[in-house]
């Protein structure tokens, strides 16, 4: 079945240290792949995307992502974690062939950062 | 300011009392879609609209009704709640479907007893 999945419900990690968070999809043709930070009590904001091309990416505050066709994952990371990066992060894809163009999301991932 | 307005944040309701949820955006984006968000799920698209008096189903759309009169404003409609629709909603813009930012709401919290 078609589907995204984000192994980790719950991630900790030392401010300052190294962030890795996974993303895993399963669909016949590779899809347009997105990250979205969703901070307590607000919507969605785009971290990053990927469509074509160069499969590292970078994004806004700090993040990066790695595209592997082999491994259909697209890994979010960050060298250096902040306190402020607190928050739930969503993988999303479009696949390419739906007409709705609609996003479709992972179970989500929260990152608490621990002093 | 760029932004989507959802109103009312917070919705305290009792099962079948009809309650609209408003959507708008000053971004002039044709793409405008409702989600849902329940622990362990993520987010499920509801209904969806590509443009003024253009509306889909999206995963969810059972007991929800959406219009879509003008291009800033998409209201999601739940004509007779029930507590399995408690769960915090979602609207969302973007210029096209799918492939440019998606701007999201802050969301509305909303319980059905």
């Known amino acids: 079945a078609q589907s995204v999945t984000q192994p980790d419900i719950h991630i900790t990690v030392s401010e300052g240290a190294s962030l890795e968070l996974r993303c895993n999809y399963s669909?016949?043709?590779?899809?347009?792949l997105f990250w979205y930070v969703q901070s307590p009590g607000q919507g969605l904001q785009l971290l990053l995307k990927y469509f074509s091309g160069d499969t590292l990416v970078q994004g806004i505050k700090g993040f990066e992502a790695e595209f592997k066709r082999s491994q259909s994952s697209f890994n979010l990371r960050k060298p250096s974690v902040h306190w402020s990066d607190a928050a739930e992060y969503f993988c999303?894809?479009?696949?390419?062939?739906?007409?709705?163009?609609?996003?479709?999301f992972g179970q989500g991932t929260e990152l608490s950062v621990k002093p | 300011e760029a932004q989507v307005t959802q109103n009312p944040r917070y919705l305290i309701t009792v099962t079948g009392k009809k309650l609209t949820v408003t959507c708008s955006q000053n971004m002039n984006h044709e793409y405008m879609s409702w989600y849902r968000q329940d622990p362990g799920l993520g987010l499920r698209q509801i209904y969806y609209s590509m443009n003024v008096e253009v509306t889909d189903k999206g995963d969810v759309p059972e007991g929800y009704k959406v219009s879509r009169k003008e291009k800033r404003n998409f209201p999601l409609i739940l004509e007779s709640p029930s507590p399995n629709q408690t769960s915090l909603y979602f609207c969302?813009?973007?210029?096209?479907?799918?492939?440019?930012?998606?701007?999201f709401g802050q969301g509305t919290r909303l319980t059905v007893v």
């Open positions: 999303a894809v479009v696949p390419r062939y739906n007409q709705g163009g609609k996003l479709i």
């Open positions: 969302a813009s973007s210029l096209s479907m799918g492939l440019t930012e998606a701007f």
């Open positions: 669909y016949g043709a590779t899809p347009y």
